[in-house]
């Protein structure tokens, strides 16, 4: 594997969107009549399910397929469940969905479920996952990852999302009750927290360490602060809880603040949407709420060929339905209008040089995505770095070709591992 330095970022530069001073109070959208849930394991009909249709759910009940299932999802309301089928992602792995029927007048006041929460991150694992800003308790939780330092990031890492910096400028004493509850329920030695340059929170952190990270787009990014703030290289291939890093955004610690203090789950998720004229509205939906109910709330008509895209303009990807439900990691929604969807082309590389400059991990993005094209995907990580990139985008943003250079790197990553899983 071939080690790249990290290097200045050449023009253009793109700037994170800093939230307003005084932000408006959230635009709350009702409960819908369905929500939908994805639950992240398979179908097996060869098993006995513990959940079936027409069973009754409460709202904070624990949902699992199967008696020796670890993942789960939380009920956010009281009702029925009418539907259980297959799901498929972008990259065609297949996981679960779960339609629920709501009982009619309930609200997000609704009582839930009590928790017996404990001060251990076992316990907290056992009933918060599908908390708003999906905290990584499962990560936290395992036994062959050493965790000694945790990053709080109220810095949003993609352009125009403001989620993250409303959260911490609108619950601040949340935020540091929620890391108190972290640091008590985990051990981990080390806290901080990045807080975006020129957003005005001058309060104190205690002992958690101050990460000013600069506007500069992708200077949120974790590989980024990794390097700019801890003194330290993500190696190729590597995810930061592999160098003992934990990240977690500021909504999912000022959640877990609120469930150990009412020993129950809070449901209601904060989101950026942004319409089709660039339009931003700053929403809190139930999780599971399908995004055509928040489109409808703000008049937004979504027409065929239109592009709705979860995440922003550099990281974000394009779903095919409106009836994606909110997810507790869900923090900005996009929709592009046909009539003005960036150009994509299949015109071979014209070797500008763009995409090397402004590549911040140096990975030779014109080489690599010629092997990519050709289903190349051993060579092009062990010659050409395919490990190594962090995944901004800037490299799409930049190419003069117009090539997908994005999309093509994700699925050679993925194919990657497909690969050396069959190995």
Known sequence: MIKRSFFTLSQPMLNYDLVEPDPKELESIPIPPNLILLLNEPIDSTRPPLIKKGAAVEKGEKLCLYNDSTEYTISPVTGTLTFIDTY?????????YLVIKNDQGQTTKTDSAIYDLKD??????????TLPGAPPLKLLAKDDVKINTIVITCADTDLLSTTNQYVTLKFLDEVKQGAKVLKR??????????????????????????????????????????????????????????IGVCFISAEAVVSLGRAYKTKSADFEKILTVIGKQGTRYRVKATIGTP???????????VNDQDRIIIGGPMMGFSTYTHLHPVQPDMDIVMIQGRDILPEISDYPCVNCGNCLRICPANVPVNILVRYLEADLYEEADDKYDLSSCIECGLCAYVCTAKIPL????????????KL???V
């Open 420 to 422: 050396r899983a069959e």
């Open 291 to 301: 995004l055509h109910k928040i489109f409808k709330a703000f008049s937004i008509l």
């Open 185 to 242: 329920i985990t051990h981990v030695p080390n806290l901080c927290i990045t807080i975006p340059e020129g957003l005005n929170i001058k309060e104190e952190f205690d002992s958690i360490k101050v990460f000013k990270t600069a506007l500069k787009y992708p200077s949120n990014l974790p590989a980024i602060i990794l390097k700019d703030h801890l003194n330290m290289i993500l190696p190729a291939g590597k995810k930061p809880e592999d």
């Open 120 to 129: 251990d991150i076992a316990s907290a694992d056992q009933y918060l996952r």
């Open 88 to 96: 498929s992602d972008d990259f065609g792995n297949t996981s679960t």
């Open 406 to 417: 994005f999309q093509y790197i994700r699925l050679g990553k993925h194919e990657l591992l």
